[in-house]
């Protein structure tokens, strides 16, 4: 359909559109009959009717303007708009990946395959080109100091959890896909699998989509519905923020057992896992109430030997540059995105970034 718009809207908006043209040729021929006896009450029809009719041609030609042009995502895509964007921006291949290419069974002849994953944070939500996300930016730089060396593969999926992350790397190793290095980008929502209060406040957010048809099928309507649902529900104006206590307490120990399960599995696979640590960037500040948890996982990487990135201390000293999409939208906008890309070859892919001849091997 146009624009991207559902069917069934734009057929509703159709006969919309010939109702109002409909009805304002009806009043301005009402219009005609003043003049008779019945004139003072048919003037005072029409010109309420005329003041309703250009209220209403007014609310539409707003309601286009966000149906048609308007372009923002937020941060649970619950808003018809960010569904809208979801549509006009994400390219997806048949695995649902993101990415510039498909992703093959194998990397091109002579190259080693670099594969980041992760939830929204790493597909790029709320980013419209792809080529502005670190994954690519980190390609891109890399095919510039080492040509022909490396494909690198965006291969994350939003909403996933580290649960789902161990098993997608164990059905692409399956199916015999090549994988050398896996960049596991944990967003600290990650640990939501074993967290209870997550699943309570899913419901919360199930239970708040508006049941009145124009909130719910209107772009504009729908949009200032959110917009004031979210300045009045702690559970989508604080993003995950319940989950800082998670870290200290049985569902981190359930999230280490799985990563755990990831790294026996890419050890087995001969895969080089590497993790980098993604914080809460509408929490950033001075009281972020996540430390605990980047400690939590840099230490987990220490006694394991696995290379850890904490890009908390990246990201803090530009907080002030604003990094999220939007004031709606929590995830990493550009800038936050190429901050990113530039510590992860100056630090956790340093050694792939300057590589002595033997090591390409």
């Not at 990113?340 to 300057?354: H, N, R, S, Y």
Request: overall charge positive; charged content about 25%; proline content about 5%.
């Amino acid at each position: 359909m146009p624009f991207h718009l559902p069917e069934g809207y734009v057929l509703g908006l159709a006969v919309w559109l010939v109702m109002g043209v409909a009805s304002l040729f009806a009043l301005l021929k009402l219009r005609r009959f003043r003049s008779g006896p019945r004139g003072r009450w048919v003037d005072r029809v029409t010109k309420a009717g005329l003041s309703l009719w250009f209220f209403l041609a007014s609310l539409t030609v707003v309601e286009l303007y966000f149906a048609v042009i308007y372009d923002q995502s937020d941060s649970f895509n619950m808003t018809k708009v960010s569904k809208h964007w979801y549509a006009r921006h994400v390219r997806e291949d048949f695995q649902g990946f993101r990415d510039e290419r498909t992703f093959s069974r194998r990397a091109a002849p002579g190259r080693r395959r670099l594969c980041f994953i992760g939830d929204s944070f790493t597909f790029g939500h709320g980013i419209k080109d792809i080529a502005d996300r670190f994954s690519n930016r980190v390609g891109r730089r890399l095919e510039a100091v080492q040509p022909g060396k490396f494909e690198v593969a965006n291969i994350s999926t939003p909403g996933v959890h580290v649960q789902l992350v161990e098993n997608l790397v164990r059905t692409i190793v399956e199916r015999d896909h090549q994988i050398d290095i896996l960049v596991y980008t944990i967003c600290l929502n990650d640990i939501e699998a074993y967290e209870p209060q997550i699943v309570a406040m899913q419901k919360r957010l199930d239970q708040s989509s508006p049941k009145f048809f124009l909130w719910r099928e209107s772009y504009f309507l729908n949009m200032l519905y959110f917009r004031i649902l979210q300045a009045q529900l702690p559970d989508v104006r604080n993003y995950y923020s319940l989950l800082a206590d998670s870290y200290s307490g049985p569902p981190w120990n359930g999230m280490q057992h799985r990563l755990d399960q990831l790294l026996n599995l890419c050890k087995a696979r001969n895969i080089d896992l590497r993790i980098a640590i993604f914080p809460f960037l509408n929490n950033l500040g001075p009281d972020y109430p996540f430390d605990e948890a980047h400690a939590r996982i840099s230490e987990y990487c220490r006694e394991r030997g696995v290379s850890c990135l904490d890009l908390k201390p990246v990201l803090l000293s530009h907080v002030a540059e604003g990094l999220t999409v939007n004031r709606f939208d929590a995830h990493p906008n550009e800038r936050a995105h190429a901050l990113v890309a530039e510590a992860l070859e100056k630090q956790l892919l340093a050694d792939i970034f300057d590589m002595s001849p033997a090591a390409a091997h």
